[in-house]
């Protein structure tokens, strides 16, 4: 920072005239810093954390202090920037009187500082209240975060922010609309706007303990800013438009949306305003997130009422639960076409924002009377946009739209029909979009299709077995057929659903022989999603089907071209003996091992030892010692060393399972034979072994 001779009298007196003795909130203070002899640059993230949370002790002493001040006065930045984080230091060591009378100034003369340094300022600003003389003198550093709030760079007007909202948590409700609202008034009103910026975000946070005249004015404050003639202005304003609605509505209640209210007459306004299309694209980005803060504070208004106090007059609760019905059902006919507006705009980037977010738009609208019917029929407009980005964005959200729960009309329904109970003719919501999935299947984008695969069979649930069925299984085959290997590892992974609903008959019978085709498919990863899902429909198929369909083909991996799948399959035998028992594992798949032990390649051999060692890990001990150990033991005379220094790792690893006389009998003696080995990898894992097991046996 640059030598301010004002404030310079800060540097080399702080030995000369040492701070006066802590008070005993200063010494509880005194635990909240860092030990000199642990790394004083704390991550940027910690801004995040809240002063009083940090317990390591710290040792604040004059020396450390004045460092940190020449620091902030020299010339190099990453020095600066490291002081700057160590404000708190600086501050505990001058004490509250002359933190706020000199360090501050200091720092409020050096806000020209480059942007790495007033970062760190800000964010350090933040922890100093118990520095600075606790919650009665919060506001002294509101000063100082005014004119960082007022910065050109963002980054740092955020952490000042942050700091800003934190500082005014200390502070009593007087000194907070006094000294801070008022701050936040006047960065409504600078000239230059990123100070205005500053304030968009901090209007809404400050509303709720603001005075009703204060809520008044800066509601038109920040009116103001949703009109400004900066686009960045407008950018942030929309931004924070859905906050401050909700809290608006949180804090006054039902007035807040009455003819007369500050949402119908004020913010309604500026939905319509900032969602218009002569606003640039990043101010209609936030339109879709501002009406599910809409949706929120509607429903969260109908929950107030419903809780109202026990004894209170039933017909005046209906009566005025009507009233807000009716409200609410005004408003909610000014939003719903905001948020049509997005799936038809112009921009695909806002369309991409409105496709990536429905599933929160409709959550938050869904308990709001007649609403859904419009939102699923433009939920299904984005699923035919044009760009395949917003398809993709859309098709992520699928399951999620469906599984509302809503009843809505099918596509199509007019309403025409001479009915007289039109409410008989809605369908659940996922009962109309399944049979958008078909046509999905058929996408020219493969992230689309990848997308669909992800989440499809999450409508199984919703429609019940039969619909299921009908619906959902042919194009559950069509992805599994997939050229895109994306797609099919993505309909292996989310076949459970499925499963559960049509039931593993059904599901052997429809599925199967595709999946069986998957796992010999030319891309490694499918074959490796195949051989996770094996355990499960081993689970689901019972044991006679697995014996019959699959045993061979969890063996078979064993000899795959990849390591990785090879190891896979390794692992696959172990979770099947746990599955379906040592026994099934001695009839099936120990007699299938053993053949692989005689292969001619000596990787094949060494999979057969992993196997092995993972089978024998969770059979009974019995089982193991009769089945798995003496192959193991024959296998220490294999001729390729690799293969023998793996049987040496194996009886590592299982050998302790065994009783002391099997260890001494027949584990040791190969152990010393491996241990004079010629081959010095074997010698070594021969050694790593007994010592393991010296320590397990005494």
């Known amino acids: ?45 910690e801004d995040k954390d809240n002063a009083m949370d940090t317990t390591e002790d710290e040792v604040v002493d004059e020396e450390d202090a004045l460092r940190t001040i020449e620091l902030l006065r020299g ?117 230059w706007f990123t100070a205005r910026i500053s304030a968009c ?47 608006v509505v949180e804090t006054i209640g039902y007035s807040s949306i009455s003819i007369d209210g500050m949402v119908t007459t004020t913010l309604m306004d500026l939905y319509e305003l900032l969602a218009g299309g002569d606003q640039p694209d990043s101010v209609r980005l936030h339109t879709t997130e501002n009406c599910v803060s809409f949706g929120k504070a509607m429903t969260l208004l109908r929950k107030t009422i419903k809780k109202s106090p026990d004894g209170a007059d039933a017909m005046a609760i209906d ?48 308990p709001l009377t007649g609403t859904m019917d419009a939102l699923v029929t433009a939920y299904e407009k984005l699923l035919q946009d044009p760009e395949a980005e917003v398809r993709t964005a859309a098709t992520h959200n699928f399951a999620e739209v469906a599984k509302t729960g809503a009843m809505v009309y099918p596509a199509g329904w007019t309403g025409a029909e001479e009915i007289t109970d039109e409410d008989s003719q809605r369908i659940p919501v996922a009962e109309r979009l399944v049979k958008r999935v078909m046509s999905l299947t058929e996408d020219e984008s493969e992230n689309v299709r990848a997308a669909l695969a992800m989440v499809a069979t999450e409508l199984a649930p919703e429609l019940g077995k039969d619909a299921t069925i009908t619906h959902l299984l042919p194009p ?34 429809s599925l199967l022989p595709a999946i069986l085709n998957l796992a010999e498919d030319g891309k490694w990863r499918i074959r490796m999603a195949v051989i996770a899902r094996i355990p499960l429909m081993a689970k689901q198929l019972g044991k006679e089907y697995f014996d019959d369909k699959l045993l061979s083909l969890c063996v078979g991996w064993l000899g795959d071209d990849i390591s990785s799948i090879r190891e896979a399959a390794a692992t696959n035998l172990k979770e099947l003996t746990l599955l379906l028992g040592a026994d099934w594992s001695v009839l099936n798949l120990v007699p299938r091992i053993n053949e692989v032990k005689t292969h001619s390649s000596y990787l094949r051999r060494m999979n057969a030892i992993h196997a092995f060692v993972l089978i024998a890990s969770v059979m009974d001990v019995d089982a193991a010692q009769l089945e798995v150990l ?27 399972r065994f009783s002391r006389f099997v260890y001494e009998s027949q584990i040791l003696p190969v152990l010393d034979l491996l241990k004079d080995d010629s081959d010095r990898d074997v010698r070594y894992f021969a050694n790593q072994s007994c010592d393991a097991l010296i320590i397990s046996f005494g």
Request: hydrophobic fraction near 40%; proline fraction near 6%.
């Open 630 to 656: 003496p192959t193991l033991l024959d296998m220490a005379c294999d001729p390729v060393p690799n293969v023998r220094f793996n049987v040496a790792k194996g009886l590592g690893t299982i050998g302790h």
């Open 1 to 45: 920072m640059p030598d301010v001779m004002d404030t310079g009298t800060i540097i080399g007196t702080v030995a000369d005239n040492p701070a006066p003795p802590l008070t005993p909130q200063q010494h509880a203070i005194g635990a909240m810093g860092m030990s000199r002899d642990h790394a004083i640059i704390r991550d940027e993230d």
């Open 319 to 366: 009566q005025h639960e009507e009233i807000i019905r009716g409200s609410t059902e005004s408003l909610v006919k000014r939003v719903l076409p905001l948020i049509v507006a997005t799936i038809d705009d112009r921009s695909w980037r806002v369309r991409y924002t409105a496709a990536s977010k429905f599933s929160h738009v409709v959550k938050a609208f869904a």
């Open 75 to 191: 010339d190099d930045v990453s020095g600066r920037v490291t002081a700057a984080r160590k404000l708190h230091s600086v501050a505990a060591a001058l004490g509250p009187e002359r933190t706020r009378e000199e360090l501050l100034p200091f720092l409020s003369d050096g806000v020209d500082d480059e942007d790495e340094v007033l970062e760190a300022v800000a964010s350090s600003l933040g922890k100093l209240v118990p520095y600075v003389g606790g919650p009665n003198f919060a506001s002294s550093l509101l000063p100082t975060l005014e004119l960082l709030l007022a910065v050109e760079e963002g980054v740092v007007r955020e952490k000042a922010s942050a700091s800003a909202v934190k500082i005014s948590e200390f502070m009593k409700e007087d000194v907070y609309r006094r000294d801070f609202v008022g701050m936040v008034g006047r960065l409504a009103t600078k000239e």
């Open 476 to 509: 559950m085959l069509s992805l599994l057929r997939d050229s895109v290997s994306e797609v099919r590892l993505n309909i292996i992974s989310s076949l459970s659903l499925l499963n559960d609903v049509i039931g593993a008959e059904l599901l052997a019978q």
């Open 201 to 247: 975000g901090l209007i809404p946070v400050t509303f709720p303990r603001m005075s009703p005249e204060q809520q008044e004015t800066h509601l038109e404050y920040f009116a103001n800013l949703c009109r400004d003639d900066a686009p960045m202005v407008r950018r942030i304003a929309s931004r924070n438009l859905g906050q401050l609605l909700y809290n």
